[in-house]
């Protein structure tokens, strides 16, 4: 009698789902976007935005809610209805936020669902153009014949080019010294400036400076070479095989989302994510377009989180 309860129990979710999936979008959607406007990251939530409201026939309305490393935004769409009408514009903060603050308005682990991997973001290893390393290993040389006395940039502390330098050091069993500017873009121009010695920095916004011969890069923090800058090698060509400190941007919504809901969104980001002209236009901003299932959406947010969680430790941040 117990397995027919629990049949029953299963048949009832699923009509529930699909029934759900046949009336939905009846409403407006939400795209939060826990950043301020303009960035990158708002500009892909609003073209992926407007591409949703062509595929759902409902318009997705994009809200800018910034603070707390994102967990404003997040935190409103933890507390939103599970009904497929609210999605977050969820990043890399998602993976490392359960590590670095000693508590979180949710559990991240209950309070979302994934729904799609829309690309990733790696970043450039760089080097002032004065430091006599031209690759990984003369940088891992040259910084273990001086311990701690070179020293690295980050946007601030916890933040993601803070927790990359962490990983780089911790892997490759250095020591350097942290740097926090208020922001990434006085960090670069640290770096520039020659005031320190190393930063990993967004490809997007270093390219240019790179180029131009202003500073070095040494690698792409990603697990491949970019197309953007193809000459430069990945990490793991660089002797690092294990790492890896790659920005993310992705869609989440409400855990409790019905099954059937959520793949009808994966499928319609992965169908705008193969659009060759968003492809070609975010391929030239230095991203990597990805999509791909829920499935591997959650797999990867489950090894960014572990991985993170070394990083948190290792660098003893800790935000209250």
């Not at 701690?148 to 080019?161: D, E, I, Q, R, V």
């Not at 962490?166 to 010294?177: C, D, N, P, R, W």
């Not at 391929?283 to 990597?288: C, D, I, M, V, Y």
Request: glycine share 8%; with cysteine; net charge positive.
């Amino acid at each position: 009698m117990a397995w027919l309860v629990r049949w029953l129990s299963i048949v009832a979710a699923v009509a529930s789902s699909c029934a759900a999936a046949q009336d939905y979008p009846n409403k407006p959607l939400r795209f939060v976007v826990p950043f301020p406007p303009g960035g990158s990251a708002d500009i892909l939530a609003r073209t992926v935005g407007d591409k949703l409201t062509a595929a759902l026939g409902q318009p997705v309305i994009v809200e800018n809610k910034p603070g707390a490393g994102g967990i404003v935004g997040a935190e409103t769409v933890a507390k939103s209805p599970p009904d497929g009408h609210t999605l977050l514009f969820a990043n890399t903060n998602i993976a490392i936020n359960p590590s670095l603050y000693k508590s979180l308005p949710y559990d991240t682990a209950k309070a979302f669902a994934p729904v799609i991997l829309m690309v990733t973001v790696p970043n450039l290893l760089l080097v002032a153009e004065d430091v006599p390393a031209k690759s990984v290993a003369e940088l891992i040389a040259l910084a273990k014949a001086s311990p701690g006395k070179l020293n690295y940039a980050s946007a601030g502390n916890g933040t993601f080019p803070h927790l990359a330098v962490e990983l780089f050091k911790l892997q490759a069993g250095i020591s350097l010294t942290h740097v926090p500017y208020k922001g990434a873009a006085p960090a670069l121009n640290a770096l520039l400036g020659k005031e320190v010695q190393v930063l990993s920095n967004d490809l997007l916004n270093a390219l240019s400076h790179v180029k131009a011969g202003k500073v070095k890069a040494l690698a792409i923090t990603g697990t491949s070479r970019s197309s953007a800058i193809p000459e430069i090698p990945s990490m793991a060509e660089a002797g690092l095989k294990d790492y890896a400190a790659v920005g993310w941007q992705g869609v989440m919504v409400p855990a409790g989302t019905p099954a059937a809901v959520i793949a009808r969104l994966n499928a319609e980001i992965d169908k705008a994510l193969k659009d060759h002209a968003l492809r070609d236009r975010l391929t030239a901003q230095g991203l990597e377009v990805v999509g791909g299932s829920v499935q591997q959406f959650a797999e990867f947010v489950r090894r960014d989180t572990e991985r993170w969680r070394g990083a948190v430790a290792a660098s003893g941040a800790k935000i209250d």
